[in-house]
Structures are given as structure tokens and as C-alpha cells.
């Protein structure tokens, strides 16, 4: 059975950092990306970043860029999302997902076949 499981989400001030980890048991993701989306109360799910399976690709939204950083360790099939300087607006729930795909759909929720369950990230003001 696959399982991507999220941890790290949590409460922080506006400004802070957290960081999210999403390790993968089952499979290994071998030619995947691993992404990481957020959904905030009544909003459509948004991508946030994504990485392939060499690190070489790399892809965030334009609202995070600068702010936060993707990484992945193969070895430990586990992708993390490093937030920093995190705003009230930054409040959602994360899901990392794993899908395969390339540099003109990574951004599109449909081109992940596995996701989490999710971790709730909370930022205060």
C-alpha cells in the first residue's frame, strides 16, 4: 500500500518558518515528481512547489518564490518544504503529492497520482 504522509504543519507567528516533510512508503518514486499543493477554507486547491526525481527541475508558484524552498532525499523517499517568512495568507492545508509530469503541466493537480492526507499550516498576524 502507498502512503505519502505529511508532517511539521503546526502554528506560527507571521514571519516565522516551518518546515514540512512528506515521507513515501510503499514504492519508491523513482522518475516522479514530488509536489506540494495547499488548500485554504473555500479556495480550490493551488499548487505550491514541485521537484524531480533528480532535483534538477524545479518549479514553485510565484507567491512563494523567494519565501519558501523544495528539497528532496531519495534515499529517504522523503520531500520537505522548508517555509520561511510565512504570512497570515500562507494558512491552508499542505498536501504533498507525487505524480509524473514535466515543465508545461506540473503546476495541474491532475498530473499527481498519489497525495496525502494533508497538515494543517497556521500563521497568525
Known amino acids: 500500500q502507498v502512503q505519502l504522509v505529511e508532517s511539521g504543519g503546526g502554528l506560527v507567528q507571521a514571519g516565522g518558518s516551518l518546515r514540512l516533510s512528506c515521507a513515501a512508503s510503499g514504492r519508491t518514486f523513482s522518475g516522479y515528481y514530488r509536489g506540494w499543493f495547499r488548500q485554504a477554507p473555500g479556495k480550490e486547491r493551488e499548487f505550491v512547489a514541485t521537484?524531480?526525481?533528480?532535483?534538477?527541475?524545479?518549479y514553485y508558484a510565484d507567491f512563494v518564490k523567494g519565501r519558501f524552498t523544495i528539497s528532496r532525499d531519495n534515499a529517504k523517499n522523503t520531500v520537505y518544504l522548508q517555509m520561511n517568512s510565512l504570512k497570515p495568507e500562507d494558512t491552508a492545508v499542505y498536501y504533498c503529492?507525487?505524480?509524473?509530469?514535466?515543465?508545461?503541466?506540473?503546476?495541474?493537480?491532475?498530473?499527481?497520482?498519489?497525495w496525502g492526507q494533508g497538515t494543517q499550516v497556521t500563521v497568525s498576524s
Open positions: 503529492a507525487a505524480g509524473i509530469t514535466d515543465s508545461y503541466r506540473y503546476s495541474s493537480s491532475r498530473q499527481y497520482s498519489y
Open positions: 521537484i524531480s526525481w533528480s532535483g534538477g527541475s524545479i
